[in-house]
């Protein structure tokens, strides 16, 4: 029985963000277990496939088989999930079915050219977080998806085009997307009316600990125009 499964199609491709950066984003190419059902589906036929779990040492296995029309009988393979980041719905084991499948697709060969990505950096909007180290998406919504993508003789990927959710081209192979400006954030917002400075600076009053926050909601002001208003509250 001879088996090729057709290379993946732009709409069969998702992206998603690794990484982001104070330039942009690095982004992950990827399937999801609805493309290899439909793979499936649609190469050998939805009653000639089937697919198990079991565990092996704690790690969810699943298998696909295939029912070989020539020998007449089933042929497996198999390969094991990781477990999604967890939530309180416990998601996380869901994730890891969909891992095992997905990964078991890969044996069979369905998306194996995903391997042969290029590394992806995305031209996006970030901005600094507020710990001034790390970035985020400057819009925690966007979302990317392949616009068009083409392979060579051999299978491997040699051409990329990636969208954002405007139609903006954000990536393509060969060819280098200006970086889009970084929006930097201060590490405290907070602004004081009088003097018209950041408050940066926490303070001691009356024994107890204010941070910037607290100042800023307790007493108006940063704590030099506190200290201030102490000294003027004295001598009246």
Same mark, same amino acid.
């Given at each position: 029985?001879?088996?090729?499964?057709?290379?993946?199609?732009?709409?069969?491709?998702?992206?998603?963000?690794?990484?982001?950066?104070?330039?942009?984003?690095?982004?992950?190419?990827?399937?999801?277990?609805?493309?290899?059902?439909?793979?499936?589906?649609?190469?050998?036929?939805?009653?000639?496939?089937?697919? /198990?779990?079991? !565990?092996? *040492? $704690?790690?969810?296995?699943? #298998?696909?088989?295939?029912?070989?029309?020539?020998? =007449?009988?089933?042929?497996?393979?198999?390969?094991?999930?990781?477990?999604?980041?967890?939530?309180?719905?416990?998601?996380?084991?869901?994730?890891?079915?969909?891992?095992?499948?997905?990964?078991?697709?890969?044996?069979?060969?369905?998306?194996?050219?995903?391997?042969?990505?290029?590394?992806?950096?995305?031209?996006?909007?970030?901005?600094?977080?507020?710990?001034?180290?790390?970035?985020?998406?400057?819009?925690?919504?966007?979302?990317?998806?392949?616009?068009?993508?083409?392979?060579?003789?051999?299978?491997?990927?040699?051409?990329? /085009?990636?969208? !954002?959710? *405007? $139609?903006?081209?954000?990536? #393509?192979?060969?060819?280098?997307?200006?970086?889009? =400006?970084?929006?930097?954030?201060?590490?405290?917002?907070?602004?004081?009316?009088?003097?018209?400075?950041?408050?940066?600076?926490?303070?001691?009053?009356?024994?107890?600990?204010?941070?910037?926050?607290?100042?800023?909601?307790?007493?108006?002001?940063?704590?030099?125009?506190?200290?201030?208003?102490?000294?003027?509250?004295?001598?009246?």
């Amino acid at each position: 029985m001879e088996l090729k499964f057709p290379l993946l199609t732009a709409d069969d491709i998702e992206v998603k963000v690794k990484k982001v950066t104070a330039k942009g984003a690095i982004a992950l190419l990827y399937k999801t277990a609805r493309t290899d059902m439909n793979t499936l589906d649609s190469v050998v036929g939805p009653l000639n496939w089937k697919c /198990s779990y079991h !565990d092996v *040492k $704690g790690n969810l296995y699943c #298998e696909i088989s295939i029912f070989d029309t020539d020998k =007449k009988e089933w042929v497996s393979k198999e390969d094991c999930g990781i477990e999604s980041r967890e939530d309180d719905e416990g998601n996380q084991h869901k994730g890891e079915a969909s891992d095992a499948f997905k990964r078991a697709g890969f044996k069979w060969g369905i998306g194996r050219e995903l391997y042969t990505a290029p590394f992806t950096f995305i031209s996006c909007a970030t901005k600094q977080r507020r710990d001034g180290k790390t970035f985020e998406l400057e819009n925690p919504f966007e979302r990317f998806s392949v616009k068009e993508i083409g392979y060579d003789d051999s299978g491997k990927i040699n051409a990329l /085009s990636i969208v !954002d959710s *405007k $139609g903006k081209t954000v990536y #393509e192979l060969g060819k280098k997307i200006p970086a889009q =400006k970084p929006q930097t954030q201060p590490q405290n917002p907070f602004t004081c009316p009088e003097c018209g400075k950041p408050i940066t600076k926490g303070v001691k009053y009356k024994g107890q600990e204010f941070t910037p926050e607290q100042l800023y909601k307790t007493f108006g002001r940063c704590a030099e125009c506190l200290r201030k208003k102490v000294e003027a509250d004295k001598k009246s």
